[in-house]
């Protein structure tokens, strides 16, 4: 059985191959005099190169010198490629994954940099501040986290000048939806610049415009004083306070674990605090020496109530303990008017 030919390659015009061809051999070294810092081969490129945006062309992972510069933390080839009048380079040009120069240097930044300083990150940083100086997109997000440059930077060791001049400009330069932008993990520029204890960065934040909000911990007031270098830092304490009263968000005292639900909540009919904690149906509690209610006692000369059947008949006894006599008289109905009266001897027999 013979093997089937494959299709025939369809004939390009000669200039399109040239072109390609062109394109490929000129483009491929610059990528990697960008990533080492060859500052000589694009130099000699600005000058023989004629072709307009040569060095905006991608590699095969996707990326421009411009991108790789950044991603290597080539300072100085960033700043040629951009500052050359004849390279023209776009500092807002995405690579193919979605991300600036200036989202890669910052995320850079972010993975290099640890709790004990950012040495090992200001080539990075250096690159942020000198593009932040040319973007016209400086609140541009990452496809892959949603993080803006102030999400990759803020927390930061901002103790140094470098850190603190960026801050600076970050703060002035981006608007109020950017410093208060969340990622896709649901935190903010603030809340990341306070749970890792930057006071300064959070001062600049809050100064730019940036929103006081509750987060999983409680409000970011609740991380700043959960966040030992802050806690007693009470300037930043009571702009965390005024920012939360500006946000129409209620403080919790310090001492109190829950928010008290007694003053949002109303008691509904069947004694349950609607909004708030369930509780009994209110009752007074007995005092201990509460006594029942007071009726006074029977006379003990009272006599019961007469029955309906002798009504209007009075009777009256009296007994006499000198002579052993008793006299009885009893007293008639009314509607006969008559009356009789017995006298009993001591032998018993009655006398009238």
Same mark, same amino acid.
Do not use: W
């Given at each position: 059985?013979? +093997? !089937?030919?494959?299709?025939?390659?369809?004939?390009?015009?000669?200039? &399109?191959?040239?072109?390609?061809? @062109? !394109?490929?051999?000129?483009?491929?070294?610059?990528?990697?005099?960008?990533?080492?810092?060859?500052?000589?081969?694009?130099?000699?490129?600005?000058?023989?190169?004629?072709?307009?945006?040569?060095?905006?062309?991608?590699?095969?992972?996707?990326?421009?010198?411009?991108?790789? *510069?950044?991603?290597?933390?080539?300072? @100085?080839? +960033?700043?040629?490629?951009?500052? $050359?009048?004849?390279?023209?380079?776009?500092?807002?040009?995405?690579?193919?994954?979605?991300?600036? +120069? #200036?989202?890669? *240097?910052?995320?850079?930044?972010?993975?290099?940099?640890?709790?004990?300083? %950012?040495?090992?990150?200001?080539?990075? #940083?250096?690159?942020?501040?000198?593009?932040?100086?040319?973007?016209?997109?400086?609140?541009?997000?990452?496809?892959?986290?949603?993080?803006?440059?102030? $999400?990759?930077?803020?927390?930061?060791?901002?103790?140094?000048?470098?850190?603190?001049?960026?801050?600076?400009?970050?703060?002035?330069?981006?608007?109020?939806?950017?410093?208060?932008?969340?990622?896709?993990? /649901?935190?903010?520029?603030?809340?990341?610049?306070? $749970? $890792?204890?930057?006071?300064?960065?959070?001062?600049?934040?809050?100064?730019?415009?940036?929103?006081?909000?509750?987060?999983?911990? /409680?409000?970011?007031?609740?991380?700043?004083?959960?966040?030992? !270098?802050?806690?007693? =830092?009470?300037?930043?304490?009571?702009?965390?306070?005024? *920012?939360?009263?500006?946000?129409?968000? &209620?403080?919790?005292?310090?001492?109190?674990? &829950?928010?008290?639900?007694?003053?949002? /909540?109303? %008691?509904?009919?069947?004694?349950?605090?609607?909004?708030?904690?369930?509780?009994?149906?209110?009752?007074?509690?007995?005092?201990?020496? +509460?006594?029942?209610?007071?009726?006074?006692?029977?006379?003990?000369?009272?006599?019961?109530?007469?029955?309906?059947?002798?009504?209007?008949?009075?009777?009256?006894?009296?007994?006499?303990?000198? =002579?052993?006599?008793?006299?009885?008289?009893?007293?008639?109905?009314?509607?006969?008017?008559?009356?009789?009266?017995?006298?009993?001897?001591?032998? /018993?027999?009655?006398?009238?």
């Amino acid at each position: 059985m013979s +093997a !089937v030919a494959p299709p025939p390659i369809p004939d390009l015009p000669s200039n &399109v191959l040239d072109e390609a061809t @062109e !394109v490929m051999s000129v483009s491929l070294p610059y990528h990697h005099a960008a990533s080492i810092g060859d500052l000589r081969t694009i130099k000699d490129a600005a000058e023989k190169i004629n072709r307009e945006h040569i060095l905006e062309m991608y590699n095969a992972e996707g990326f421009a010198p411009l991108h790789l *510069a950044a991603q290597h933390g080539q300072f @100085e080839m +960033a700043r040629l490629l951009v500052r $050359h009048k004849k390279l023209n380079t776009d500092v807002d040009m995405p690579c193919q994954d979605g991300r600036t +120069a #200036l989202l890669i *240097a910052a995320s850079r930044a972010n993975e290099l940099s640890t709790d004990a300083g %950012v040495r090992d990150a200001e080539e990075y #940083l250096e690159i942020c501040r000198m593009l932040l100086q040319y973007t016209n997109e400086p609140a541009a997000a990452s496809p892959f986290d949603g993080c803006n440059v102030l $999400h990759y930077l803020v927390h930061l060791d901002d103790s140094g000048s470098l850190m603190r001049s960026l801050m600076r400009s970050l703060s002035t330069q981006l608007d109020a939806s950017s410093l208060n932008a969340r990622a896709l993990d /649901g935190t903010t520029p603030l809340y990341r610049a306070l $749970h $890792h204890g930057r006071g300064y960065t959070a001062r600049l934040l809050l100064r730019g415009g940036a929103v006081a909000h509750t987060t999983s911990e /409680g409000t970011v007031l609740d991380v700043a004083r959960n966040t030992p !270098v802050l806690n007693r =830092d009470e300037s930043l304490i009571n702009m965390l306070k005024a *920012a939360l009263q500006s946000s129409g968000i &209620v403080t919790k005292s310090r001492s109190s674990s &829950v928010t008290s639900t007694e003053s949002t /909540g109303s %008691v509904s009919s069947r004694g349950l605090l609607v909004g708030g904690l369930e509780s009994p149906p209110y009752s007074p509690p007995l005092s201990p020496c +509460a006594s029942p209610p007071y009726s006074p006692p029977l006379s003990p000369s009272a006599s019961p109530p007469a029955s309906p059947r002798t009504t209007g008949r009075a009777e009256q006894r009296s007994r006499k303990t000198g =002579d052993k006599s008793t006299t009885t008289t009893t007293s008639s109905s009314s509607s006969s008017g008559s009356s009789s009266s017995v006298r009993r001897s001591p032998d /018993g027999k009655a006398h009238r």
